[in-house]
Nanobody
């Protein structure tokens, strides 16, 4: 059974950087695509980024140019977040095929 395990997150000052990790377990095959979403308090879940096993990537408008998604074998997904702002605060989730990771809190505050 497919499951996702996340790591990373934490507290950072505005302008700082954080890195999130996600790994899919339970399948010998590449899972596609692997995605990041986030949810801020009182707001709907928002698409952040995705990467296919082919290397194709896509970003949400609010993070494009500041966040970088990357992927390594086997089914490991990363999100490098640079130039963070308080508006990036929220819980970040990794997802594949309607399976969700446990989430990671990211807080950007001075």
């Amino acid at each position: 059974q497919l499951r996702l395990e996340q790591s990373g997150g934490g507290l950072v000052q505005p302008g700082g950087s954080l890195r999130l990790s996600c790994e899919a377990f339970g399948t010998p095959f590449d899972v596609d695509p692997m995605r990041w979403y986030r949810q801020a308090p009182g707001r709907e879940r928002e698409f952040v980024a995705e990467e296919h096993s082919s290397g194709k990537t896509r970003y949400g408008d609010s993070v494009s140019g500041r966040f970088t998604v990357s992927r390594q074998p086997h089914n490991r997904l990363f999100l490098q977040m640079d130039n963070l702002t308080p508006e990036d605060t929220g819980v970040y989730f990794c997802t594949v095929s309607a399976i969700w990771g446990q989430g990671a809190q990211v807080t950007v505050s001075s």
